[in-house]
């Protein structure tokens, strides 16, 4: 039988790796491997992914599993920041601290074909599988659980953020996923990083969004600079303040003195306070 490669697919893709995996013992790798397999057959399930709407490949510290795109991601999702914290949680309070499990995990999407070999395992090909492993590898993703105390961290693609958890779909929140550009190998990546970012962690400046309030946006002032006037505001003529006799102290938006007081919420033109003497009189301002 000549097997060939298989015409690509659209999968949602889960990736899964052990942190510290190759400092344990043969004996405990074996155990975290086992593990490994329960969590991910509990979270599946969990997001009613069925035997057949899934392909699993074993990377000795980790899993590639490829999801049925009929299966939607934001059930997936759920069961990434629910269960498999949960299962975590369990295991490690019964673990032996030589056998405790963290992971990282990535969630992304793409087109993924099978270049099956006789006598092989695997043979997964796919570029969008390439990246998602790379996510899986980026630093800030490893120093982002190696800085918690959670059990395991979560990062998703691009698309996958875009199109899912942008929208705030329920269970997911949005503002609580941080963006991240990677490189690795070469690469740039754009991640988006469940919880906060690890420092040092370089990240792009978001470009303001068009009509939005509640944000500096495209009219941000620096520090130190003064606002521009706004449109249909008018022009300044020069205007002058002139503080005659009285002691005058400006603090804040206070000022105190022997002045008239002023009230309105915008004074324009010459401001006169104290006694203003022309020739043979007086006129009090």
Known sequence: MTLVLTEPVNRTILLLDIEDFSRRDDVVQA???????????????????????????????????????????????RALLTTIPDALCQYNRLA?????MRLRMVLAAGEVAFDPKQGTVGGLVGHDLNQSCRLLDADALREALARREADCVLGVSAPVYEGVVRHGHRGLR?????????????????????????????????????????????????????????AGAPASSGAAF????????????QVNGGQTGVSGGHVSGDVIMGTVRHEGRSEQA
């Not at 941080?178 to 740039?188: G, L, N, P």
């Not at 420092?199 to 400046?205: A, E």
């Not at 978001?206 to 009509?211: I, M, R, T």
């Open 96 to 100: 032996s601290s030589s056998a405790q």
């Open 31 to 77: 155990c975290l491997r086992r593990e490994l397999h329960n969590v991910a057959e509990d979270s599946l399930a969990a997001a009613g992914v069925e035997r057949n709407m899934q392909y699993r490949e074993d990377r000795g510290d980790g899993l590639i599993v490829l999801v049925s795109a009929d299966i939607p991601k934001t059930v997936l999702l």
């Open 174 to 230: 949005p503002e609580e996923f941080h963006h991240a550009a990677v490189s690795v190998k070469k690469d740039r990546l754009d991640l988006w990083l469940h919880g906060s970012l690890p420092d040092g962690t370089t990240t792009p400046v978001p470009e303001p969004a068009s009509g939005g309030h509640g944000g500096r946006g495209a009219h941000e002032v620096a520090a130190g600079q003064s606002p521009a006037a706004p």
């Open 242 to 253: 002139a503080f005659n006799g009285g002691t005058v102290s400006v603090g804040g938006s």
